[in-house]
């Protein structure tokens, strides 16, 4: 009975600081966050769409292309095989960590930021190279709003990317603890899928 | 209040695993919709580029 009490009484002394925050979800805090920023995401890309779809559905307008104006299918088809073998390295990177193949999580997460940032580059490029402006009509405004959006999105992934790379390199992360490649992954691939469709509908359709 | 189910079972009635993909929980999940999402807008839009063609 006194080793009991003696023993809650020490479990008390080593507990310092507030109670630990009660859990509501099965999911995990870093995953969550994610998961609702991602959704606050989707609205927002929604919301650019749907003055995409109001010039070429509502009002029927043509689209490029426009008085001249002709978008680069092609070099951006060849910045779409970039970002989509990004995803491909991203998930190399995971499963490396998974199995605590440490070449394979530097590499892997490495060749996902520079192809990340191989495409912004193009990106930007095209911009520069494009001829017309985002106020000279309408369909300028949505090309350059859409493409804008997911530019900076990809702008926010490197960032997250730049992150993981450097604390690859400095050995963090093990098949136990690989949240902190997982989260910004989640968020690469959901970046991916959303150029998916930024390209579908804004250069090919 | 109902209690949650913790651990559902993933074999469905019929023997077969029902797992249901969860994109935005897990990054092999989120990596397997992309190609969910590369395949449907390739179908979609071969769809369209032949139906152009032939109106």
Redesign the interface.
């Given at each position: 009975m006194e080793a009991a009490s003696a023993s809650v009484t020490t479990a008390d002394h080593e507990h310092h600081g507030p109670p630990p925050a009660n859990r509501s979800s099965r999911v995990e805090a870093q995953t969550l966050g994610m998961l609702l920023f991602i959704i606050s995401e989707i609205m927002v890309f929604g919301a650019f769409f749907t003055a995409y779809f109001f010039i070429r559905v509502v009002k029927g307008d043509h689209w490029f292309p426009f008085h001249g104006d002709v978008l680069p299918v092609a070099v951006a088809g060849v910045n779409t095989a970039i970002l989509l073998s990004s995803s491909l390295t991203m998930h190399w990177a995971q499963t490396s960590i998974k199995h605590d193949n440490r070449f394979g999580l530097k590499a892997g997460i490495l060749s996902t930021f520079l192809l990340g940032l191989t495409f912004l580059f193009v990106q930007v490029n095209e911009y520069v190279h494009v001829g017309f402006s985002p106020r000279d009509h309408a369909q300028g405004t949505i090309f350059y709003g859409l493409t804008g959006l997911h530019g900076a999105h990809v702008f926010i992934g490197l960032t997250l990317l730049a992150m993981v790379t450097v604390r690859s390199f400095r050995g963090h992360y093990s098949s136990k603890e690989h949240r902190g490649v997982e989260v910004p992954g989640i968020y690469w691939h959901f970046v991916d899928a959303m150029w998916i469709i930024v390209y579908s509908s804004v250069y090919v359709l | 209040m109902t209690p949650?189910r913790?651990g559902s079972d993933p074999l469905g009635p019929d023997g077969w695993v029902t797992r249901v993909l969860k994109?935005?929980?897990?990054?092999?999940d989120?990596?397997r919709?992309?190609i969910y999402?590369?395949v449907v807008?390739a179908v979609?839009?071969g769809l369209?580029l032949v139906v152009r063609a032939v109106v």
């Open positions: - | 949650r913790r994109p935005l929980r897990s990054e092999p989120a990596f919709f992309l999402v590369v807008a979609v839009v369209v």
